[in-house]
DNA sequence: GTGCCCTATCGAAAAATGTCAATATGAACT
DNA sequence: AGTTCATATTGACATTTTTCGATAGGGCAC
């Protein structure tokens, strides 16, 4: 269950077009957010707050320079998010359905 | 962009920990919306209303049987979700920056 | 230090989401 | 036809999320 709810924090983070957009954008490289910002027409305190989230839930890592902020994927987030969504599709050895529905699941 | 929001929608659903808990029950094999319901304390038009989603982003598909109703993963639906995952993350032929950002995109 | 630039945080408003009870639909059985 | 059961839809409400303007913090240049 935690398992769960800690996995579908970065789906969630990805629910948003605009952020899903923003990790388009870092897969090309590290960028600055105020390069990212000038792609969207949203504001400063908007990006920082769709920064923060994707930061939070393991996808992005923020690196300070001076007063600029690098924004850059995390492989390891990225590796994380993989394995989470295979985990949850494939019904093999971590399926949660397991403990809850132990007469059908995990058997195959 | 339509891309992205139409790729996004597939997390959106996945974001809400119930939503990702029902497709990990799923992922052991069909189920019976009754069956599902029995595992979670919400209301059966809350239920229904999940499935509705799950549905709608292709993840997951549902199949009538009488009064009954049977829902199901898409295998289609998983493939393109871990492909637009990749997409969006690996930065090669498909990420949308190539258009935003071209003079440091996609020239690895 | 002072001023300027970049980013983060705060507070508030609008929009979207999750949830339920009530109701509707639709199928099977009598 | 009427009843019952499983599911879908509707309407309402509370919570969360998205967004902005305003403000604060931190670094750099003068």
Redesign the interface.
């Known amino acids: 269950?935690k398992f769960?709810?800690e996995?579908?924090?970065v789906?969630?983070?990805?629910?948003?077009?605009k952020?899903?957009?923003i990790?388009?954008?870092l897969?090309?490289?590290e960028l600055c957010a105020c390069?990212i910002l000038e792609?969207f027409q949203i504001s400063q305190s908007t990006l920082s707050h769709h920064m923060k989230l994707l930061c939070e839930c393991g996808l992005v890592v923020g690196r300070n320079e001076g007063k600029w902020t690098y924004y850059s994927?995390s492989a390891d987030g990225?590796a994380k998010?993989?394995q989470f969504?295979c985990?949850?599709?494939?019904?093999k050895e971590n399926?949660?359905?397991?403990e809850?529905?132990p007469d059908?699941?995990?058997?195959d």
């Open positions: 269950m769960i709810i996995g579908s924090r789906f969630k983070a990805l629910g948003d077009p952020r899903a957009m990790v388009d954008m897969s090309c490289g390069m792609k994927l990225i998010t993989k969504f985990d949850i599709t494939s019904g399926c949660i359905c397991k809850m529905n059908r699941c995990c058997n």
